[in-house]
């Protein structure tokens, strides 16, 4: 019986069964180069070609070929890959903002604002270029680079280790004993510890072994017994 | 204004029950929230699928497609055509009614895929199937 839903409404997707598929690569592969035997391991791979370009085309059920998502062009780059000192390091970071993940060490570049994807290529390395040469680039103003602009908190230096000291006079102050010399303040063990306990808790943040080691430090400090 | 009371009912695609005479086919039987369930569709491309574009375009194409072939095939189709896209193809598939001699059929077919492969620039083809008598499914 000719019930039109049974005979043609079923899309069939024949082509792109296996058979199918594997009939196209076949056909393919007299075009292509062999992959090179040395670059065998992903490592490998990244120290002669730490670049990664990621481009897309689609493909649509209609007379045109052209879709507008195919200009996007992503870059993705280590930057232990390039050629970088602790300040320029410092400022691209600074510069690319959320285009760079701590994690990975990966800095991503995408782009899709020209309309043709040849465009957007050369932009993305265009872009490359210019955050090299200019992190590497000192300028003036950067001198009056200030402990809000760090990004890692260092004791040194800091209010704490200013009230801390203060601290120190007063405590040997009511004891009556003469004030601790600033070497003395320096190589004291437990001031090493809270400060390191302080800096761990600013730069990787509250977790349950960090806030323990802050407390321990604390009470070391101020020799306190804490409760069995 | 109204003038009377809103009728809460709806008409959509439906053929009414009446006295057991009326002959339909199972498309037809079918109300549209069987669509997904017991029946198919019958455009099929990939423009309303989510981030495709181009959905207003095929369905506009599909609007004309349809009248050209209930005007060129009058009186023969039994079930509405079904559209479908292959990349750039446009497959109408479409069961006729055997009512006119077959060389007739073969010059509309040519002179549809034809007329429709210049209008749309892309190629067109037609899957045709003929049967005696519209394929009835129930009487109601």
């Known amino acids: 019986r000719c019930n039109s839903s049974v005979n043609l409404k079923i899309p069939n997707f024949l082509h792109l069964t296996p058979p199918a598929i594997k009939k196209h690569c076949a056909a393919l592969k007299q075009f292509c180069t062999k992959w090179p035997e040395e ?10 070609f730490p670049i990664e ?31 970088l000192d602790d300040h320029a390091r410092k400022k691209l970071i ?43 680039k000192v300028e003036p103003w950067e001198a009056s680079k200030s402990r809000e602009d760090m990004e890692i908190y260092k004791w040194d230096g800091s209010p704490s280790e200013a009230t801390l000291n203060e601290i120190m006079v007063n405590i040997r102050q009511a004891e009556h004993k003469p004030a601790p010399t600033v070497d003395e ?5 437990e001031i090493k510890s809270y400060s390191e306990s302080v800096e761990m808790l600013k730069n990787v943040g509250e977790t349950d072994q960090n806030m323990h080691n802050y407390k321990e430090a604390v009470l070391r400090l101020f020799r306190l017994q804490h409760a069995a | 204004m109204h003038t009377s009371a809103a009728c809460s009912k709806h008409f959509a695609a439906r053929v009414r029950v009446s006295k057991g005479t009326k002959a339909v086919t199972y498309e037809e039987f079918n109300p549209p929230h069987q669509i997904a369930h017991r029946k198919g569709w019958l455009s099929q491309h990939t423009s309303n699928l989510d981030g ?3 959905a207003a375009k095929r369905t506009l194409e599909d609007v004309f497609i349809r009248r050209f072939m209930y005007g060129t095939f009058h009186g023969c189709l039994a079930t509405p055509p ?38 749309y620039k892309c190629p067109v083809k037609l899957e045709l199937q003929t049967v005696e008598h519209k394929p009835v499914y129930k009487y109601i």
Do not use: M
């Not at chain 1, 670059?39 to 002669?48: A, P, S, Y």
């Not at chain 1, 303040?185 to 063990?189: A, G, I, P, V, Y």
């Not at chain 2, 006729?96 to 209008?119: G, Q």
């Open chain 2, 52 to 54: 495709e574009e181009g």
């Open chain 1, 53 to 83: 370009v990621q481009i897309s085309d689609y493909i649509s059920a209609g007379p045109s070929i052209r879709n507008p998502k195919s200009r996007v062009v992503t870059l993705n780059i280590r930057l232990s890959s390039l050629n």
């Open chain 2, 82 to 119: 079904v559209i479908k896209r292959r990349a750039n193809i446009l497959i109408i598939c479409a069961i006729i009614i055997r009512r006119i001699p077959p060389f007739k059929y073969h010059f509309l077919a040519t002179y549809t895929e034809t007329l429709l492969s210049y209008l």
């Open chain 1, 94 to 136: 600074w510069l690319v903002g959320h285009r760079y993940c701590k994690q990975t060490d990966i800095l991503t570049i995408k782009t899709d604002r020209c309309p043709l994807r040849k465009q957007n290529y050369d932009y993305t390395f265009y872009l490359l270029t210019v955050l090299y040469h200019e992190s590497w």
């Open chain 1, 185 to 189: 303040l320096r190589t004291s063990e």
């Open chain 1, 39 to 48: 670059l065998d391991t992903d490592e490998k791979c990244e120290v002669h």
